[in-house]
């Protein structure tokens, strides 16, 4: 195992041969205290000692301690984490209303602020009705759960997230995986569907990719043999659309979507997730969405900012049209520079390098040493021929950022990538 | 394997279990090439042949 540590991954450890259930497979400890490995692992969950502005400050792994960086990473899409105004609504419902919601909102933590923010995504969304989750991921887990069971056909594009299919398997439901924004094997799997009750889930914006959504010939599709349509908006909900409405928005075809998922940890800037839908399926969904009923209801304060998130981000185009812009710049730049961004359509920018872990890692500590913060995203997240770093366009970068960013990924990737 | 019906999740199931019956472990990212039962049979044999990996 030794001399191959490199050629595992978190992929190899997934089931645990240990006899006993309370320490990792016999293999696994061998591996990730090999000097490599240790060496990538440290990458991984560097603190950050500042909000998560474009230029912040980490505590780098490089030599442990305090870099300026320009921040190319956090998914603080519109600036809105920090924005003054949802800091100072934060604040106020704090005094008001404290912490924490204590309680389930079944019993005691509905307050009027989580009715209210309910009210204005649904209307935001177009919906009738909306569902608030204390985390993103327990809002994709508690929506599928909640809406299949056994004997059910739950058909997902296989780039979704790891939360809709924990969904998918929590539910009972068989899953089907189509090739990735494909009708026709989107099709082929719906035949197999027949005279079952089905859901088929496709994200907005696919968060490893940054592509969109094929989402006109997807419904048609879904529409001929009229399955329940599901989308995931978490990486597209307050940037697509003429209103910021979504991708759903940007397609015209938010009205044929049965069910929209969003989440507030990534353009809105704080924590949580939302589902929007017709009344009777969500008054239903809250006798039977675990991560809703059983879990305490987001705290005021958060809902107070993503509340004033939302009225920010949509009272006016100025925070998408700033983003539009600096991912028009940003993707000029490398285009130029003739990396390989894939398919992207969006915010979410991947520059593709291959198959060498070791390059992707050797890259990333030395974007860190000249002032970048990106993060390499190494199998099995994306398939082990297309490692990647992932940019992640915010509307507060400025020219000048942006310009030092494409030096430094000139010199360091474009270069590396050459020689 | 999709072609009897099993999704991804169902396949790193099939894999993981037999690997741990035969007592070997391929790295996941050896498998990624690998089309049909046959060619995993025919790496899996690799491997016992090899005396674990």
Redesign the interface.
Known sequence: ?AD?AL???L??F??N?SPDVLAPPS?FQSWIEHPKIQEAMRLFGQQLLAAPRAGTEVLSSLDGSRHKVINMTSYNYLGLSSHPEVIQAAKDALDLYGMGASGAPLLSGTFDLHVEFARRLAEFKQKEDCLLFSSGLGGNVGAIQGLLRKGDMFVLD?KCHKSL?DGG?LSGAK???FSHNDPSSLEAMLE?CKGKRVLVAFEGVYSMDGDLVRLPEIMKVCAHYKAATYIDEAHSTLMFGPNGRGVAEHFGLEHEVGMSFGTLSKSFGGVGGFICSNARIIQYLKGYSSPWNFSCAPSPPVVAGMMKALEVATRDSSLRDALWKNVAYLKKGLQDLKLDLGSSESQVIPIIIGSSGEKLIQFAYEIQRRGLFLQPVD??AV???SRRFRISVSSQFTREQMDTALTIIEDVIARGLRA | MKDYGANSLDMIEVVSTSMRELKIKVPRSELTDINNIDQLADKFLEYVNKGNG
């Open positions: 195992m191959k050629s595992f991954s992929a190899d997934f089931f041969d293999d296989e299919i398997t899953m089907l995986f197999k199998f099995p398939p082990a021929d």
